[in-house]
């Protein structure tokens, strides 16, 4: 920061703050509020400079709980904002930065207060926070509903004032504060399904404006536009005049503390490493506002928004007007999505259009540049142990979104990629997209069968290849090796536990009830070995003549499949193995002796084309599609929320009294 940090310790001798939160009431006609207001300073982007404002405020907003019922002070700041909000379009058009400056003073102080007011009180009583009224003389509070008048401010500001440099600061300042007004989630295990925030978001004054808040927070994170050098936010002026003379009122005041945009500032510094705030922090409150429950008798509009926005190029008319619909730029939403995949919510976002909203689907299954979108997803699991949980599903089931396409599937095999620096396993100078993305996906199926075991992680992998498996062309070598790699270690797992439950059985030893977790154990790889041999089958069957390197494979570790043969599980499925694995065998002895690589894979090439395919029995279509488990909210709010609390940008919360999760979840 601008100052040590210990000297943020002493807000609360500061006089403007303490007369704030004392015993008297102040007009919101007194000079009080410019002065109060009139402090220069960039907001925190960090968690860090967050915590030190944080603990420096909470001292002052317990004093404030407990005079504002006879003072008004803090309804009466609120209406300062207000006030100075009905003019901020102007002030922008005329470039008006001190009028802005302060609105965004005012703004950032109502946020620090509310951040600490909800973690003390419920809805109710911050509601009461809000109507009480100033006693000063001069006061002109009305009967409207503060709290409401608050909420329908801040969706305004965000969706009619243009992004501009000095406009960066209140606009980043409005999402927050709405994020911070959300926060009740948080402390609560449960999820919040109802209550005064939500009717006001979800179905009172601000529902007129849900397209329009749904596209600005899109194109904030489509446009990425980076924070503002401080030259752009307003500072005093040294030759004085009224800027000055306003500044200069509290020169001396502590809030010079928190010029975190000058010289020698951590802030300058961790721009560097977070230099978006206002994109990341409009997905997190785009994410926040999308999954919010639908309400006991109305839906949510921003869900509704989200699913039936179109392109701008779509001229076509609807069948039947869909509620909240609006129109955006496809091109640039899918060159942000496809560049930001590195953070969780931008992969949470990609998967909620995916799988919501069918013209963004369309759109992106119809790219000729699918390489952009699947390499950083690609990625994300290669580098599986880094990523929690929470991230590697979301990629896996975007995978199996695409892989629900045929058309995905056929067009990846022809997009041939080279050196993937990311990918160090191996060196792999060319391989198409569809190779590698089955080398990916085996790679993290064997990831989890050594280190969490996580069975839904499994399903959905083999999901993907399964969809994928009838479209199989031109596979890599490395490719066809790892499919028959991972069978092997299936075969491998299956016998060690076949063997313990063995041994467990003859012996009756003293823990008999190990006997079930056997059994249970024995299904599930049964269960995984079925679907290994469903999906080679099925490239078999479809595409023998494209893919000699997994014949190939197949023929060099033949001995794998015998011990299937026999088995009751597996035994009609292995008879096209058994089929392929005898004709090209045959063929190889035929051939002679000492064959060199090239010369087998000349006679697998032939043998392709030789072998009758009615030879083959025709199995089901392995097609598999994703389906959201009931109550999904279960899963996606405490989700969305540890992403809030971990990334939010320039929010700090301490970790006691945080109810939603644990905190070592993700």
Partial sequence: MGANTSQ??????????????????????????????????????????????????????????ENNP??????????????????????????????????????????????????????????????????????????????????????????????????????????????????????????????????????????CLTSRLVKTLLYNFIRQEKCPPSTHIFEPKAEGGLLYGLASGVASSLWNVFTLGGAGSRAGIDQDHDPLPLSNQSLMLLLVLANLTDGPDWPNPYRQAITCFRNTQDTSSLPVEQPHTFQINF?????????????????????????????????????????????????ILYHVEERNSHHVYMALIILLILTEDDAFNRSIHEVVLKNISWYTERSLTEISLGSLLILVVIRTIQFNMTRTRDKYLHTNCLAALANMSAQFRCLHQYAAQRIISLFALLSKKHNKVLEQATQSLRGRQEDSTALPDYAQDLSVIEEV????????????????HHNPNLVYALLYKRELFEQFRTHPSFQDIMQNLDTVIGFFSQRLEQAGSDLSVERVQEVIMKGAQALPKDRLKKFPELKFKYVEEDQPEDFFIPYVWSLVFNSGVGLHWSPHGIELFSMDSG
């Fill in 70 to 207: 006879r003072t008004g002070n803090f309804g009466a700041l609120v209406r300062i904002f207000l006030g100075r909000t009905k003019e901020l379009k102007i002030s922008t058009e005329c470039q008006d930065q001190l009028f802005i400056w302060q609105a965004h003073n005012a703004l950032f102080m109502i946020r620090c207060l509310l951040k600490v007011f909800i973690r003390e009180m419920s809805e109710e009583e911050l509601h009461q926070q809000f109507s009480y009224q100033e006693r000063a003389p001069g006061s002109c509070g009305g009967s409207e509903d503060l709290l409401e008048e608050l909420l329908s401010s801040l969706v305004h500001l965000i969706v009619e004032v243009p992004l501009l440099d000095i406009t960066y600061s209140i606009l980043f300042e409005a999402v927050t504060t709405l994020l911070v007004f959300f926060s009740y989630q948080l402390f609560h295990k449960d999820i919040l399904r109802d209550g005064l925030i939500y009717q006001h978001i979800l179905k009172g004054r601000c529902v």
């Fill in 331 to 379: 091109n640039s939403l899918y060159t942000a999505l496809c560049e930001q995949q590195r953070s969780d919510q931008a992969t949470l976002l990609l998967y909620t259009l995916l799988h919501q909203n069918t013209n963004m689907r369309t759109y992106v299954l119809s790219r000729t540049d699918m390489d952009n979108l699947v390499l950083p997803i690609l990625e």
């Fill in 529 to 544: 070995i079925r679907m290994m041999l469903e999906i080679i089958n099925s490239c078999l069957c479809n595409s023998l």
């Fill in 8 to 65: 943020v310790g002493d807000l609360s001798d500061n006089p403007s703050l303490k007369a704030l939160v004392g015993t008297e009431s102040i007009s919101e006609n007194d000079p009080f509020w410019n002065q109060l207001i009139s402090f220069t300073f960039i907001s925190p982007t960090n968690s860090g400079e967050s915590k030190f404002m944080e603990e420096a405020v909470i001292p002052l907003a317990k004093i404030l709980i």
